[in-house]
């Protein structure tokens, strides 16, 4: 049932890839640049985010005064906290789907698993910096989303009580309470970079921007959402008031959203579930050989009596699993004969895609399973029908 279902999704991920690709250059299909637009949003966020942080005053008596006077007073404050909501909504968006592109298209097998693993540590940190933001603005939301953090965390056996007090930094709201929101907002997106770091060091050339074209349209988008849908906060936070209904932000609040409907430790175990259950992916339902065919067509190997030393193979491996090593003797072809360095496969690495084998002009590498004539008539085959 899984495997039908993946299949399914596949084929609608391909279909839309085809779809853009008629209407849009190759270049310029965003599908192919969710990551890079992910990274795009994050800059977005950063750097707005440092604007917002001069004005801000992380104090239960102050915080909401001093995000009412970046809104009113500082010169395009309201346009650049709108920007700051607006790109983490791009931002979150530009992950899953990126997550989802990826998911559906197999590409977490084999040694893929390293980027898959740090791409889920990103959205469930993405997903925690979202949601302190909110915070951050203490507001009647921002109330009513502690209320409900605490809560939360006071269900939690034994280290309930002591995970409330730590938030809030005491028995109830006090100056220190804010102060750790911002901590904890700030941290864990400086942290972000560390873990793009781990999502590429497997990777060699990943796309890390999207074209011009997707910059300025993204640039103006979320200048143009600030300016026609501003954002407001609420009324300020308050002790003796309780809000009643609260905007949930469906990207980010849908933990809360589901407190409506179920308990607090089922909440909390549902998140796990789902955050275990997206780590086990890459390791679900391996199949053999017998049963990828052409998909597993064996590691890539060096048919060193070819191998030139050109490098070609080397800077086109997108997974980092060929290195080039000094060669310990001249090769049999007449290319070959003076070369100095020799393509080495790591085993570990190799996914085998057979890129390498493309980008070869001397026939100096192949797939065991699939030689290069075999690859060639299938590719032939394909275009024919």
């Known amino acids: 049932m899984y495997k039908r279902i993946l299949r399914s999704l596949q084929r609608t991920t391909l279909q839309v890839d085809v779809a853009l690709n008629r209407i849009l250059p190759s270049d310029w299909n965003p599908w192919y640049y969710t990551g890079g637009l992910s990274n795009l949003f994050l800059t ?23 995000i009412t006077f970046i809104t009113e007073r500082v010169p395009y404050g ?19 789907l990126h997550l989802f592109r990826n998911w559906f298209t197999e590409r977490y097998l084999f040694s893929r698993d390293i980027p898959w693993i740090s791409g889920m540590f990103l959205l469930g940190f993405t997903g925690f910096v979202g949601i302190t933001g909110y915070f951050m603005a203490w507001d009647d939301r921002a109330q009513a989303l502690l209320a409900m953090t605490l809560h939360t965390l006071r269900s939690i056996p034994l280290l309930g009580p002591w995970l409330s007090s730590l938030l809030l930094g005491g028995q109830g709201v006090g100056e220190g309470t804010l102060v750790r929101f911002l901590f904890l907002h700030v941290v864990p997106a400086v942290t972000l970079y560390l873990l793009l770091w781990w999502h590429y060091i497997r990777i060699r050339h990943p796309k890390i921007w999207p074209p011009a074209v997707w910059v300025l349209f993204s640039l103006g988008a979320v200048f143009l959402l600030s300016s026609l849908v501003p954002v407001v906060s609420g009324t300020p936070a308050s002790p003796t008031a309780r809000p009643q209904t609260i905007p949930l932000d469906v990207l980010y ?48 190997q060096v048919i060193e009596p070819n191998c030139t030393g050109c490098e070609l193979c080397y800077y086109d491996c997108p997974y980092n699993a060929i290195i080039m090593v000094p060669s310990p003797r001249p090769g049999q072809t007449k290319a070959a004969q003076n070369r100095k360095l020799l393509a080495v496969v790591i085993e570990s690495r190799c996914v085998e895609c057979g890129i390498c084998i493309g980008a070869c002009p001397f026939q100096a590498l192949e797939l065991p399973r699939l030689m290069e004539n075999q690859v060639l008539e299938r590719v032939l085959a394909a275009c024919r029908s």
Request: glycine content about 10%; aromatic content about 18%; cysteine-free.
């Open 44 to 66: 977005i966020l950063i750097l707005s985010g440092i604007f917002l942080f001069f004005y801000y005053v992380p104090d239960p008596n102050e915080a909401h005064r001093s």
């Open 78 to 96: 309201r346009i650049i906290r709108g920007v700051h909501r607006y790109a983490a909504d791009g931002f979150m968006v530009a992950i899953l």
């Open 253 to 300: 609040m849908w933990p809360y959203w589901l407190l409506k409907y179920i308990g607090p430790l089922w909440v909390i175990a549902l998140g796990v579930v789902l955050f275990a259950y997206g780590m086990y992916i890459p390791y679900q339902l391996r199949e053999g050989p017998e049963v990828m065919g052409v998909r597993h067509a064996g590691v890539a």
